[in-house]
Nanobody, 122 residues
Framework: VQLQASGGGLVQAGGSLRLSCAASGRTFSSLIMGWFRQAPGKKREFVAGISRSGGRTEYADSVKGRFTISRDKAKNTVYLRIDTLEPEDTAVYYC????????????????WGQGTQVTVSS
């Protein structure tokens, strides 16, 4: 499975951004998809995840209400929309894919994209 993340950039606080992650190499509908982020000097953390069908989602408590994960089967792409961006959202955002079940544990995701940088200015 190859994952290609895009959509990051420099955004002012309060703005919005949509990250995309295109998947290839395996049937997209068989994959659990997730987004993680790693801020400078911090460990990588779970942000959001979505089930194979898209019918179930999970979010970290710190982003609930501002982040929305979705997937498009026809485009083999998972999205992460971020609203009301805060400086604390500055991080490299990674998309990941797993084969078992929806989980917040990064060890359960076998495939990782290269990351896309999100920088929020105050």
């Amino acid at each position: 499975v190859q994952l290609q993340a895009s959509g990051g950039g420099l955004v002012q606080a309060g703005g919005s951004l949509r990250l995309s992650c295109a998947a290839s190499g395996r049937t997209f509908s068989s994959l659990i998809m997730g987004w993680f982020r790693q801020a400078p000097g911090k460990k990588r953390e779970f942000v959001a995840g979505i089930s194979r069908s898209g019918g179930r989602t999970e979010y970290a408590d710190s982003v609930k209400g501002r982040f929305t994960i979705s997937r498009d089967k026809a485009k083999n792409t998972v999205y992460l929309r971020i609203d009301t961006l805060e400086p604390e959202d500055t991080a490299v955002y990674y998309c990941a894919a797993g084969r078992e079940f929806l989980t917040t544990d990064q060890d359960d995701y076998a495939y990782w994209g290269q990351g896309t940088q999100v920088t929020v200015s105050s």
